[in-house]
């Protein structure tokens, strides 16, 4: 599986764009009409698949390499469009097919073949796959520069599919593992260079031929060398610029220089580093490669649509990165990035709210002991956010809360006390007043002592930042000046740790947030009384024990709190597994269509109502059910995470504002992930039983079939979600000790949905 992943990884004007208006920005979905990719049946694509692509005329072990490696290539494949991460018929997709046009217009027959998508990921990539499919990131295109550098990455991609280099990695890959031809004497490191080099062969002919395909295709062929500083310095944010503290500052609080970083840390320049062993030749061999092919040309086009067309396009995909940062809790890079396109789109509510989101997680993740979960040490990062990640590392629990509760409340009181933002804050400050924080503690200082003094040991030797517009201008006259310099040692007075106080003290609804406080308290000392149990231990301790009291009793009767009459599975699954032999797909897919005919039987007789969000049974037109479902998943994706991290509180998921309406649309408020496990597990007594049966002849028939027979389990799971209350309500796990059968699934089914009528 791990090798087909890495297989994998190598690898006109549209009228939408002239009314956008990012001051009203909403996230991207797909439109138009569901591509026959998402829909189709898989184990009949797999199939024709193998049937045009493996060579019938090599041996039988090459035959069966190549049909393993399209079979499962297939089924990774669906499961990437079935996640609801894909785009499709959106402005950044159309984007991407009309520069893949321009690419294509002289070979139609191959334009027929190629299907571009937008995959929404920061992680800046692209790959292409067996079946004609491409996949853009939007992390790839908010780091772009122009259309031409766009196009070498198609074209970079293209080469790569026409010539089969994904199967012929695996097949390569496989003959290495298997010790075959001149791989037969080699030791393992020695196949893992000849891998590594046979792979970058393949990288140089796909950057050369694809060469030639921009500058036919009319663009500038030097973007095709500068699509590598796109490469090297993908990890930075899309532009270098100062951390602003100013954002998180009033007229009567300042951050102390204390909690600033003096130098930020360096960035990297090496282009010639080891690649001995990897996939990819290292950047510079590749920019030498380009520089030969280019030789004293120059010409060509840096947009053939437009400019202002491209920078559309990519502040798109640069407003998308937020919220996929706080999606995965990378709350730093999406304050820092907002920082940066706030600075173009002031006042902007979709910036604004991502911003008091990211707050709102790196208190709740601090105030829980899990800050290195979300930010990790702040000197593992290069460049300007280093300062950022530093300044949050430094503050306290409660200097975090009170930014956040400041920024947040500003926001409340700005837009008519918005329900959202009063939703979070509350839940803020209850984890505040859990943690033994009040709303008297804001008044510790008298008003004179709360403002703090200036250090005067800051070094104001600042890294240059170049004045231009392009990241990439920057880090060059950075690489110039950039100097190994160690910060200043800053020393913390009580006036400069006490600063946030002032964030409260001086709110103009203080009366409001005192009621907000005020609540918090009475709400936790409504627990239960504690039993003698309890008795010496601290009171937040016992609210605590209380609280784990109630959550136990709570599994016992989730069923009957549950009450609904209508359902909505997300994507039921199914899937077999035979420890003796890996997943079984084909037959997966097959019982995966007999478990959603079972679930509609079972709930029409029941007389519970239901619908199923899958692409498997989506027509064409579904595309509304299409998004719904990528809303769904990359909410529920969220709730996992956190739930794995803060088992101690509520958290309020950054996107729950995107699902909540789906509650009207559908009806319920009850979406629920179903699905079942069938598991053939092998047996480990074998050493001692056949000896025995061996033994005792009469018995040896007995131990033939228990040695030929595994050992059956079947598991039936629903997790349930109250889309309305942002939870997981239910987990429920029924294990069998048998095959699974329509007649064991059935009762099980019942059984549970039945309780819940």
């Known amino acids: 599986m791990r090798t087909i992943i890495v297989c994998l990884i190598l690898m006109g004007f549209l009228p939408f764009f002239s009314a956008q208006d990012f001051n009203n920005y909403t996230p ?72 893949a046009d321009k690419l294509l217009k002289n070979d139609p027959e191959l334009r027929k ?44 991609e293209i080469v790569h599919y026409t010539k089969k280099h994904v ?75 100062p951390f602003d503290y100013r954002q998180f500052e009033t007229e009567k609080v300042k951050i102390p220089e204390v909690y600033k970083l003096d130098s930020i840390l360096p960035i990297r320049f090496e282009d010639d580093y080891d690649d001995s062993k990897s996939s990819h030749p290292n950047i510079k061999k590749r920019r030498e490669k380009i520089i030969e092919l280019i030789q004293n040309q120059s010409g060509g086009k840096l947009y053939i649509q437009s400019e202002e067309l491209f920078k559309k396009i990519q502040t798109i995909s640069r407003f998308e990165g937020v919220r996929l940062n706080n999606k995965n ?110 709303i008297k503690d804001y008044y510790e200082l008298k008003k004179e002592d709360t403002t703090a003094t200036k250090d005067t040991t800051v070094n104001n030797d600042k890294a240059v930042t170049a004045n231009t517009t392009s990241k990439y201008a920057k880090l060059r006259a950075i690489k110039k000046k950039q100097e190994q310099a160690a910060g200043t040692i800053k020393t913390e007075d009580d006036r400069s740790r006490l600063f946030h106080h002032e964030y409260l003290y001086s709110s103009p609804n203080i009366t409001e947030l005192e009621a907000f406080f005020k609540e918090a308290k009475n709400q936790l000392s409504n627990d239960e009384e504690p039993t003698t149990s309890y008795v010496g231990m601290p009171p937040y301790e016992v ?101 794995d991290n803060i088992k101690k509180t509520v958290f309020i998921s950054a996107e729950h504002e995107n699902v909540k309406e789906l509650y009207t649309k559908y009806n319920t408020e009850h979406f629920v992930y179903t699905g079942v496990l069938q598991y053939k597990e092998k047996k480990r007594d074998l050493g001692y039983v056949l000896p025995m049966t061996i033994i005792f002849w009469p018995a040896l028939p007995y131990g033939i079939y228990y040695a030929a027979t595994p050992l059956n389990f079947t598991y039936y799971y629903n997790i349930w979600y109250n889309i309305n209350e942002d939870k997981e309500t239910l987990r429920n796990l029924r294990v069998l000790k048998t095959k699974a059968n329509k007649g064991n699934i059935n009762s099980i089914m019942y059984h549970t949905l039945n309780k819940v009528k």
């Open 28 to 99: 991207l979905v797909s439109s138009g009409t569901i591509p026959k990719d998402f829909t189709e049946n898989i184990s009949e694509r797999a199939t024709l698949d193998i049937k045009e692509n493996v060579d019938f005329t090599q041996s039988y072990q090459a035959r069966k390499d190549q049909s393993d490696f399209l079979l499962k290539t297939n089924y990774m494949i669906d499961e990437l469009l079935m996640s609801g991460r894909v785009l499709f018929g959106d402005p950044v997709s159309q984007y991407v097919n009309t520069v």
């Open 113 to 156: 073949e190629l299907r571009f998508y937008c995959l929404k990921s920061n992680v800046t990539n692209a790959f292409s796959t067996n079946q004609g499919m491409i996949f853009v990131t939007l992390g790839l295109i908010a780091q772009l520069e122009n259309e031409a550098q766009l196009a070498q990455v198609l074209s970079h």
């Open 167 to 241: 199967i012929n990695t695996f097949i390569e890959s496989s003959r290495i593992s298997q010790g075959k031809g001149q791989y037969k004497y080699n030791s393992y490191d020695d196949n893992i260079i000849q891998l590594s080099n046979y792979s970058k062969t393949l990288e140089f002919e796909a950057d050369s031929i694809g060469f030639f395909r921009l500058k036919n295709a009319g663009y500038a062929i030097e973007e095709a060398l500068s699509v590598f500083d796109i490469l090297q310095f993908s990890y930075l944010p899309f532009d270098e610029e």
């Open 329 to 438: 809790a990378n709350y730093v890079k999406a304050i820092y990035n907002a920082q940066l396109l706030l600075k173009d789109y002031p006042n902007n509510d979709f910036l604004e709210r991502n911003v008091i989101k990211a707050l709102y997680g790196i208190s709740k993740y601090k105030m829980q002991d899990k800050t290195y979960t979300i930010l990790g040490d702040y000197d593992s990062y290069e460049g300007e956010i280093s300062a950022a990640y530093y300044f949050f590392e430094q503050l306290s629990n409660e200097q975090v809360a009170s930014i956040a509760l400041e920024k947040i409340n500003t926001y409340y009181l700005n837009n008519n006390q918005d329900e959202n933002s009063k939703k979070i804050m509350q839940n803020l400050i209850l984890d505040l007043v859990d943690n033994g924080v009040g």
């Open 543 to 643: 609210r605590r024990a209380v609280r784990r009291e109630k959550k136990a009793a709570k599994n016992q009767d989730y069923h009957e709190k549950i009450q609904t009459n209508k359902i909505v599975f997300v994507d039921p699954d199914y899937l077999i597994i035979d420890e003796r032999k890996g997943q079984k797909l084909e037959n997966a897919e097959k019982k995966k269509y007999d478990f959603y005919q079972q679930l509609e039987l079972t709930t029409q007789k029941i007389g519970l109502e239901y619908e199923i969000l899958s692409p498997k049974v989506f027509t064409e037109n579904d595309v509304e059910k299409y998004n719904d479902l990528a809303r769904i998943n990359d909410w529920v994706g969220e709730k996992m995470m956190h739930d």
